[in-house]
T-cell receptor
Framework: DAKTTQPPSMDCAEGRAANLPCNHSTISGNEYVYWYRQIHSQGPQYIIHGLKNNETNEMASLIITEDRKSSTLILPHATLRDTAVYYCIPQAGNTPLVFGKGTRLSVIA | NAGVTQTPKFQVLKTGQSMTLQCAQDMNHNSMYWYRQDPGMGLRLIYYSASEGTTDKGEVPNGYNVSRLNKREFSLRLESAAPSQTSVYFC??????????????FGQGTRLTVV
């Protein structure tokens, strides 16, 4: 069974905030939530990660619910270059990333 | 900084041929990984190496072998290529700090076609 559930696709108008949801209801207590994106056919790129507190960096914000069963990645001002497939991945310790199918975000001018 | 470098970038093989995909990282990372990505799909883990001298199977190891030559290099070998191995192959590396891994860095991929 998949560890995460993400919508297959989303659209967002350029300049608006993109909010990408992820359900990870079976997440373990020691698993962090990682977000990566893959632009076209390039290698995936790290965005942000968190355990239970909300996190923000220069790329995005991560909101994790108090019960840790879901999270939302927020791109505050989406641009055309943010068009990509976004992956939400629970990961613990020294274990490899396991990718699901992700959400294909299309930013529209 | 080069980050993670994969060679070659493109390769066409005939069924039954063998080849080795090379991967090197210059970030002093402990862990290295090989993934494959088929069209329209997410990445699937083939093999990984948590540290120099160790390797472990991932989701789809059949038909592949790996070598962690040293801390920098992690190669993937196809002994007898099959059309089902046509895919894009990504190498990645990361370092384990405390209770988690830091961000993983990925190479730009090797596009392999087996005819």
């Amino acid at each position: 069974d998949a560890k995460t559930t993400q919508p297959p696709s989303m659209d967002c108008a350029e300049g608006r905030a993109a909010n990408l949801p992820c359900n990870h209801s079976t997440i373990s207590g020691n698993e962090y939530v990682y977000w990566y994106r893959q632009i076209h056919s390039q290698g995936p790129q790290y965005i942000i990660h968190g355990l239970k507190n909300n996190e923000t960096n220069e790329m995005a914000s991560l909101i994790i619910t108090e019960d840790r069963k879901s999270s939302t990645l927020i791109l505050p001002h989406a641009t055309l270059r943010d068009t990509a497939v976004y992956y939400c991945i629970p990961q613990a310790g020294n274990t490899p990333l396991v990718f699901g199918k992700g959400t294909r975000l299309s930013v529209i001018a | 900084n080069a980050g993670v470098t994969q060679t070659p970038k493109f390769q066409v093989l005939k069924t039954g041929q063998s080849m080795t995909l090379q991967c090197a990282q210059d970030m002093n990372h402990n862990s290295m990984y090989w993934y494959r990505q088929d069209p329209g799909m997410g990445l699937r883990l083939i093999y990984y190496s948590a540290s120099e001298g160790t390797t472990d199977k991932g989701e789809v190891p059949n038909g592949y072998n790996v070598s962690r030559l040293n801390k920098r290099e992690f190669s993937l070998r196809l002994e007898s290529a099959a059309p089902s191995q046509t895919s894009v192959y990504f190498c990645a590396s990361s370092v384990h700090v405390g209770q988690t891994n830091t961000e993983a860095f990925f190479g730009q991929g090797t596009r392999l076609t087996v005819v």
